[in-house]
């Protein structure tokens, strides 16, 4: 079955530029969107269509697409930003949709 | 306002059978996708389904096609998720979540979820 992978961590200092990447095989031809969990809470929708941000949404908070890579950016990372991260396309048929691995940002 | 309400922990045996639900309001239940979401303990997100409650199309996973029932009462907006014979590695968080209006708009309102413990 389609999976999306993530890397499992990253850290990073207040201020500083966070990227998390999701590898695809569909990611070409299929969108992008991330969500953020925080612990004991319901994810949220923090980019949708590869690089739109939702309503309410911090406007460091950015993402990007190049081949079968997707990126998710926090410029000027704060601690509340501290959080499991996924990514979530779907399948190049569009049958079905499939989350990322997940990643644990850490603020230093 | 656009809310989600699931209903409460399950504590059930294994072989058990389970429903449990996801009542919308604030918005027109019949015309957006309704999907499910497991998240087992300490692991994360996995998709499950989603049903359309206008019509109740209904897409699985490939991973949950033949485990889980996904349906949906539009009289009463509510969606389903049910279990003929629970496992206790069902034990896990299930979310529902609102797709957005447009199939590109993702996951855009959640569920607080339902924590189903199955152990003998």
């Known amino acids: 079955s389609y999976e999306l992978t993530q890397p499992p961590s990253v850290s990073v200092s207040p201020g500083q530029t966070a990227r998390i990447t999701c590898s695809g095989d569909a990611l070409p031809k299929q969108y992008a969107y991330w969500y953020q969990q925080k612990p004991g809470q319901a994810p949220v929708l923090v980019i949708y269509?590869?690089?739109e941000r939702p309503s309410g949404i911090p406007e460091r908070f950015s993402g990007s697409s190049s081949g079968t890579t997707v990126t998710l950016t926090i410029s000027g990372v704060q601690a509340e930003d501290e959080a499991d991260y996924y990514c979530?396309?779907?399948?190049?048929?569009?049958?079905?949709?499939?989350f990322g691995t997940g990643t644990k940002v850490t603020v230093l | 306002e656009v809310q989600l309400v699931q209903s409460g922990a399950e504590v059930k045996k294994p072989g058990e059978s389970l429903k449990i639900s996801c009542k919308g309001s604030?918005?027109?239940?019949?015309?957006?996708?309704i999907g499910w979401v497991r998240q087992m303990p300490g692991k994360g997100l996995e998709w499950m389904g989603i049903?359309?409650?206008?019509?109740?199309?209904?897409r699985y996973s490939p991973s949950f096609q033949g485990q889980v029932t996904i349906s949906a009462d539009k009289s009463i907006s509510t969606a389903y998720l049910q279990w003929s014979s629970l496992k206790a590695s069902d034990t896990a968080m299930y979310y529902c979540?609102?797709?957005?209006?447009?199939?590109?708009?993702?996951?855009?309102?959640w569920g607080q979820g339902t924590l189903v413990t199955v152990s003998s």
């Open positions: 049903i359309y409650p206008g019509d109740s199309d209904t």
């Open positions: 979540a609102r797709r957005g209006y447009r199939a590109n708009d993702g996951l855009d309102y």
């Open positions: 604030g918005y027109s239940f019949t015309t957006y996708w």
């Open positions: 269509k590869d690089s």
């Open positions: 979530q396309s779907a399948d190049s048929s569009d049958t079905y949709y499939v």
